[in-house]
């Protein structure tokens, strides 16, 4: 399990999760990749969110807090291999890429290759991903569709549209308003964008 995963003690047998997507969500509700069976836990909790710069967390606004390492989570922080969080009554230690994999540094598979895109598709991305390679913040936010859409010269429906199929090619099926983010990481993690300043022609 080199590519990182979690160790969730207090719920019941020891289990292992592996952080095999690009985002893993913990909560009460069923639907979470760690879903904690308490009252003291809100329905979706925490998130875990996989960017260039690694692995962070943050809370999302759950009612009794989530500590990491002893210390209440304010603020998006990044993840270090044997972090503690606790989440009600759950204890998951995380453990970074690599963990396991002997002598080998690289805990993650090459990234795959980047789906075809057009002219237009490759401008969006290369605006949408400039907060990722700017390196300005540790968490970028990425812009919102109505600065897409100024940036780019086209409508915030075309901008949708371009999305929604880079959604698809990209392989991101969840229908939140975390994909953005997503995609844009993955764009970077596949060597899709390029440069700040660059692709801005109509």
Request: net charge positive.
């Amino acid at each position: 399990m080199t590519g990182g995963y979690f160790e969730v003690h207090g719920t019941g047998a020891v289990r292992l999760v592996p952080l095999s997507a690009d985002t893993l969500t913990i909560g009460r509700a069923p639907g979470n990749e760690v879903p904690i069976g308490s009252q003291t836990v809100s329905r979706l909790h925490a998130l875990v969110e996989r960017f260039p710069s690694g692995w962070i967390i943050r809370d999302l606004g759950s009612t009794n807090g989530t500590t990491l390492n002893g210390v209440p989570l304010r603020e998006a922080r990044t993840l270090h291999d044997g972090d503690r969080v606790e989440i009600g009554p759950a204890r998951l230690v995380f453990h970074a890429p690599g963990r396991l994999a002997g002598t080998r540094t690289v805990g993650v598979e090459p990234p795959p290759a980047p789906p075809a895109l057009t002219r237009r598709e490759r401008e969006l991305l290369d605006v949408l991903c400039r907060p990722y390679v700017a390196g300005g913040s540790a968490f970028p936010e990425p812009p919102a569709v109505r600065f897409l859409a100024t940036t780019l010269g086209v409508s915030e429906s075309a901008v949708k549209k371009h999305l929604t199929r880079l959604y698809d090619k990209f392989g991101l099926v969840t229908n939140d308003d975390r994909r953005r983010s997503q995609l844009a990481a993955e764009a970077v993690r596949r060597g899709v964008a390029g440069p700040p300043g660059v692709g801005t022609a109509t």
